[in-house]
């Protein structure tokens, strides 16, 4: 049973930047299309940015190029560098495969951007 454990979210001001971590239980090479989500409260989980082992990455077109999705195979982690942040990206984010498996959602990391 694979985990995830997110890290790297935290308190922002609008423009500002974070880089969040995905760390799995066992390699995720084995996992051909990771992804990142997110879910603002009273929303449902939505997907934000998808990388293949290989590295070919997909974001959603609203994103409008913010947001950059990378992984480390050996170090069985993903990242998502998040910049230029608005406060409508406040959110849990959480990391899981494509299509994402119920069992292996985390607690994900809270992003706030307030000012």
């Known amino acids: 049973q694979v985990q995830f454990v997110e890290s790297g979210g935290g308190l922002v001001q609008p423009g500002g930047s974070l880089r969040l971590s995905c760390v799995a239980s066992?390699?995720?090479?084995?996992?051909?299309?990771m992804g990142w989500y997110r879910q603002a409260p009273g929303k449902q989980r939505e997907l934000v940015a998808t990388?293949?082992?290989?590295?070919?990455?997909t974001y959603t077109g609203s994103l409008k190029g913010r947001f950059t999705i990378s992984r480390d195979n050996a170090k069985n982690t993903v990242y998502l560098q998040l910049s230029s942040l608005k406060p409508e990206d406040t959110a849990v984010y959480y990391c899981?495969?494509?299509?994402?498996?119920?069992?292996?959602w985390g607690q994900g990391t809270q992003v706030t951007v307030s000012s």
């Open positions: 990388i293949t082992t290989g590295g070919i990455t």
């Open positions: 066992e390699t995720i090479s084995s996992i051909y299309r």
């Open positions: 899981n495969s494509l299509p994402p498996v119920g069992a292996y």
